[in-house]
């Protein structure tokens, strides 16, 4: 596709559920990211790709979050046993790294609802 | 780690005031990016800096990039109502993981017509 794709755009979950979200980034982008985003709140880091590997992980909230990425390219944020604080958009991003080049690109983020 | 902070955190204009917003890493940056969110959407990419000392002008927005290169500002004259959004400054140091971005906070800017 021609820009960063993320599914699902919306997603209501009952707390204690667990929930996926994923992301395709645009082909051929080695460094992927995700960010959560509470409401009129700024972009709180969760973990960052380079490739498949996750060279930082540092903002993952808590041991309920992980993250995966395959084959250089979809990635999913999986949180267990969902709790209301957990409500926020989880925006992913990815950019080219190669050289100066490293442009991020955001999807519209998946707006997850804990009730 | 490295560290981007930008400040004010929120700003509220009257539409024609002039508004700035402010970045400082903790560290040399390689680069600077500054994006732009508009109410409901999500970051989208203005300017990149890379030299020592840049200015790079978009219409009314005028971006800077420190001598340092540690610290970045983007001034908007004449703000408009189509300027609301949060601002936000990334920066790209080269002596962390592998060209990571680094976002600073953001911030929230308000017009009043």
């Known amino acids: 596709g021609a820009g960063v794709s993320q599914s699902p755009s919306n997603k209501v979950t009952e707390k204690g559920k667990d929930v996926e979200l994923r992301c395709d980034p645009i082909?051929?982008?080695?460094?992927l990211y995700w960010y959560r985003q509470s409401l009129g709140q700024g972009l709180e880091f969760l973990i960052y790709f380079q490739g498949n590997s996750a060279p930082d992980k540092s903002g993952l909230p808590s041991d309920r979050f992980s993250a995966e990425r395959t084959g250089g390219s979809v990635s999913t944020l999986t949180i267990q046993r969902t709790q209301q604080e957990d409500s926020a958009v989880y925006l992913c991003?990815?950019?080219?790294?190669?050289?100066?080049?490293?442009?991020?690109?955001f999807g519209q983020g998946t707006r997850l609802t804990v009730v | 780690g490295q560290q981007v902070m930008q400040i004010p955190q929120y700003q509220h204009v009257q539409e024609g005031e002039d508004f700035t917003t402010y970045c400082n890493s903790s560290t040399t940056l390689s680069n600077i990016q500054w994006y732009k969110q508009r109410p409901g959407g999500h970051p989208v990419f203005l300017i990149q800096?890379?030299?020592?000392?840049e200015v790079k002008k978009q219409k009314r927005l005028t971006f800077q990039f420190g001598e340092a290169k540690k610290n970045s500002s983007l001034h908007i004259t004449a703000t408009q109502t189509t300027d609301v959004g949060t601002y936000f400054c990334?920066?790209?140091?080269?002596?962390?993981?592998?060209?990571?971005?680094?976002f600073g906070g953001g911030t929230r800017l308000m017009v009043k017509p």
């Open positions: 800096l890379v030299k020592s000392g």
């Open positions: 082909s051929g982008h080695t460094a």
């Open positions: 991003a990815s950019s080219l790294v190669k050289g100066a080049h490293t442009e991020a690109f």
């Open positions: 990334a920066g790209c140091d080269d002596n962390n993981a592998g060209n990571m971005l680094t």
